[in-house]
């Protein structure tokens, strides 16, 4: 009788449970600032095991303050093929705004102006992307800046953390060596 019982509650348990949730979407392509490169995480090279996405904008000073250390992790990871950066402009007039927003928002164009003129003034060196309010809320951006860090565990991307507010080099380096250990 008791097996039973274990039985049915371990089946409407089963039956109770949603699949896991995606945290962000994934298969979201962010064209390249320049050129005609592209970012998902579903196109990232398969002996990556760690990726580091920063959202920014160049309207945040917090996001002006952390340039220094996104310059030096980046430098530090460049030539490896463990961990990639990645850094995703916008504005903080595309939080929260849809990519049919009434007249008014902030356009493409815009953003890519601001963008440019951001990565002249701290030669930026690392890669750059583009996203506007739809693709921000795919990835359930709610302000500038956010990192989030992914490690790649069995074929699948896991979001280890989501870092929200400035970020120094010493904190991007402990939150991906824990995640090595």
């Not at 002006?64 to 430098?75: D, Y």
């Not at 990639?84 to 049919?100: C, H, T």
């Amino acid at each position: 009788m008791r097996l039973r019982r274990a039985f049915l509650f371990l089946l409407i348990l089963n039956s109770a449970c949603k699949p896991r949730e995606r945290f962000v979407d994934e298969q979201q392509v962010f064209k390249a600032l320049t050129g005609d490169g592209k970012f998902s995480l579903t196109a990232v090279d398969a002996q990556v095991r760690f990726v580091v996405v920063n959202f920014y904008a160049p309207d945040c000073p917090p996001c002006e303050k952390e340039v220094p250390a996104l310059k030096s992790f980046a430098a530090k990871h460049a030539s490896g093929t463990e961990t990639r950066f990645v850094a995703i402009g916008s504005s903080l007039r595309a939080v929260g705004q849809e990519s049919d927003s009434p007249k008014g928002a902030v356009t493409h164009n815009e953003i890519v102006s601001e963008l440019n003129a951001f990565g002249r003034k701290f030669n930026l060196g690392y890669p750059q992307f583009v996203a506007d309010g739809a693709q921000l809320k795919s990835w359930r951006v709610t302000g500038f800046p956010e990192t989030f860090v992914f490690e790649r565990s069995h074929g699948e991307w896991q979001l280890n953390r989501k870092l929200i507010s400035e970020i120094t080099f010493e904190q991007l380096e402990q939150v991906t060596s824990g995640i090595r250990k």
